[in-house]
């Protein structure tokens, strides 16, 4: 029988009892869990025959065998008989002056017209598109047109060079590419069309659709260029969708890596669909009045799965900002969930501990009623952020929920969530697993390991979100995730469950050093440097000891308007012996300005590593990062610090 009527989706409420009876089943009867799910969030054209034909033990993945529907169709069609007017995006630009309100009807129309558009170019179902666009509306239009006529979109975020453009283009054979005049962040323009122009000076492709977005004037190369608002003037409002098979790919997604070439994750349409609006509707608690602002870039798997897919299968209503919201105003942030009464708030521990050190003035001139759910993504957010964003954003009375997922498992899959939660919430504690989520944390030998023991976290069971392989190289799939161990996933990550069977998260695994035999996660090294009220972020990296195998190497960046001492070092060198003990305790410490960050905020160890050896050859392409001058300043600190001891 199943537990959970479709009739009921819209008002149920998932609390303790609910999530423990659902559980259970979902581990124990995951067949029919999840058809009983798919047959809640998503309408099928053709139902499936097989529900899950999934092998760990092969490396292949399949879900719903047979089924056929459309993945846009999912998102808008079946909305619009009772929420056409009903607003799908309130977007920004990044000056504040430019500004759209897309209701569902609209925002189905630009579809189709868009859809249409990319058929009068030739592009038909299987056709790999790639998108280097800015934060725009155009971003998803473009997305869910692709979606619509089968075609697989590769979304590249815009601030890639040229020469990562061009890779992720070459590997994924693309025919289209989907671009803009210019992108806008943060006050400063970054010249998207040129570097399409220099991706592809040795590469040829059928069309580069371009998007007028600052209006600048650009080289525009006859007949491969065409203006899309030239393309799209006589396209029809309405278009008929492609049927899909559930197993045929939605899109591709490059995940950037710290070394070696960037593999070509494939999200599927029925599984990908489903789990993303799943754990939208779940993990977030969304209720129908709801406002949701996710802050990823559309270029990265959370803007595919919460800025995109997730919350328009759910019909919700999205906030979509161009720029950066810890950018030049600290206040930005909150003037956009105040203006538009912002519900659900979900940013990375990056965004977070930046507007942390700009201090509480900010938040003196917002209210933030309107927020219930606060949420974090991209790596564990350490206690004092987990704190400040608590005590201060909400005021003491919003639930965190800190996920845990990445680019392959396609949506969230551990969280403390919202109904089941607990009285009491763990900062920096990823705490249970989603529904059909099984973990297991294993030693290095694949034997499951007992609690408050740390080891690797691997997956024991298929869940539809989950990638279908690498594109172009299925033994790469293979060896990263299915090799280590036998019939189990391997996350790559570190992990241990506490005494009340909560997960914590600490970490890559290349992320965890050896310090005489003992591992030790740099996520919790740092969180116990940020408790300082003077650490804005930290990052460790271990450093080869002849002793010790590994020493612990931290750099610290300061709130501003204090200034570094060397005093400051014993105390910071205290706080990690007070938190994990003295065998953690950094040996060095040094001042950073600021971090080395590729452009979706994620700290580059590796580059930390190449600096504190001086292993400068080491390097490599440093222009994905955010501010490639960062490393010069970090040469120079390491530089100054030498000069002392000498």
């Known amino acids: 029988m199943s537990q959970l009527k479709q009739m009921d989706i819209v008002n149920f409420k998932l609390n303790q009892e609910t999530y423990s009876r659902l559980y259970q089943q979902s ?5 029919t869990f999840w058809a009983e799910q798919g047959a809640n969030f998503v309408t099928w054209f053709v139902p499936w025959q097989v529900v899950n034909d999934s092998d760990f033990s092969k490396a292949t993945i399949s879900w719903f065998k047979g089924a056929k529907l459309n993945v846009c169709f999912n998102c808008l069609d079946r909305h619009l008989a009772k929420k056409a007017n009903q607003v799908a995006i309130f977007w920004e630009g990044d000056n504040a002056h430019r500004r759209q309100v897309i209701t569902y009807q609209r925002l189905y129309e630009r579809v189709c017209r868009f859809a249409n558009s990319l058929k009068t ?37 815009g601030g890639f060079s040229p020469r990562a453009l061009r890779e992720r283009i070459q590997n994924a054979g693309c025919k289209v590419i989907i671009t803009a005049d210019e992108g806008i962040r943060n006050a400063t323009t970054i010249p998207l069309k040129k570097n399409v122009d220099a991706a592809l000076s040795d590469i040829t492709v059928r069309k580069v659709i371009v998007i007028k977005n600052s209006g600048t004037k650009v080289a525009m190369h006859s007949p491969r260029d065409i203006w899309y608002h030239e393309l799209a003037y006589q396209q ?3 278009c008929e969708v492609q049927w899909m098979d ?10 950037s890596g710290s070394t070696g070439k960037p593999k070509g994750i494939i999200h599927t349409s029925g599984g990908y669909l489903l789990y993303a609006a799943m754990t939208f509707r779940y993990v977030f608690d969304y209720q129908a009045q709801d406002i949701f602002w996710c802050t990823a870039d559309m270029g990265w798997i959370t803007g595919h799965s919460y800025g995109v897919y997730g919350p328009l299968a759910n019909g919700a209503t999205l906030v979509m900002y161009e720029g950066l919201i810890a950018g030049a105003s600290p206040y930005l942030v909150w003037e956009i969930v105040d203006r ?24 003196a001139n917002s209210k933030r009623d309107s927020l219930r759910i606060l949420g974090t993504v991209g790596e564990p957010i350490n206690p004092e952020a987990w704190r400040w964003y608590h005590q201060k954003v909400g005021k003491g009375k919003c639930w965190i929920v800190d996920t845990w997922w990445q680019t392959e498992t396609g949506g969230i899959m551990i969280a403390p969530l919202p109904g089941p939660g607990k009285e009491q919430q763990k900062p920096g504690a990823a705490c ?7 973990p297991l944390i294993v030693d290095e030998n694949g034997k499951a390991v007992v609690k408050e023991t740390q080891g690797f976290l691997t997956i024991a069971q298929s869940w539809p979100g989950q990638a279908r392989g690498i594109y172009a190289n299925p033994a790469r799939f293979d060896q990263s995730y299915f ?8 996350t790559g990550d570190g992990a241990f469950q506490d005494k009340d069977g909560d997960y ?9 050093i050896n310090v005489a035999g003992h591992r030790l996660g740099t996520a919790e090294i740092e969180s116990a440097l940020v408790r300082h009220p003077l650490v804005a972020e930290a990052a460790v990296i271990g450093v080869p000891h002849p002793v010790k195998g590994e020493s612990v190497f931290a750099f610290v960046t300061l709130i501003s308007s204090n200034p570094w001492q060397d005093s400051l070092i014993p105390e910071l060198q205290q706080e990690v012996i007070v938190a994990i003990g003295k065998l953690a305790k950094p040996d060095k410490i040094v001042y950073a300005p600021k971090l080395p960050k590729t452009r979706s905020g994620k700290i580059m160890r590796r580059l930390l590593r190449c600096i504190a050896a001086d292993e400068l050859d080491k390097l490599g392409d440093i222009s994905t990062l955010a501010e490639p001058e960062v490393i010069e300043q970090l040469k120079a600190a390491l530089a100054a610090e030498k000069n002392k001891l000498e």
């Open 236 to 238: 029809s409002e309405a």
């Open 27 to 31: 581990i124990n009867e995951p067949n």
């Open 340 to 363: 538009y009464q912002v519900s659900i708030f979900y940013t990375a521990p990056t965004a977070i501990r930046t507007l942390m050190a700009s201090g509480d003035a900010p938040l």
């Open 246 to 255: 559930a197993e045929d790919p939605l899109f591709i997604l490059y995940t």
């Open 504 to 512: 914590w998260i600490t970490g890559r695994v290349d992320d965890v």
């Open 483 to 490: 090799s280590q161990y036998k019939g189990l996933y391997f």
């Open 121 to 157: 170019v030739g592009v038909s179902k299987g056709d790999k598109v790639c998108i280097y666009l800015p934060m725009i509306p155009e971003a998803m239009i473009a997305m869910l047109a692709c979606a619509r006529i089968g075609a697989v979109h590769t979304v590249v975020f």
């Open 432 to 438: 249970q697993p989603f529904l059909g989520i099984k």
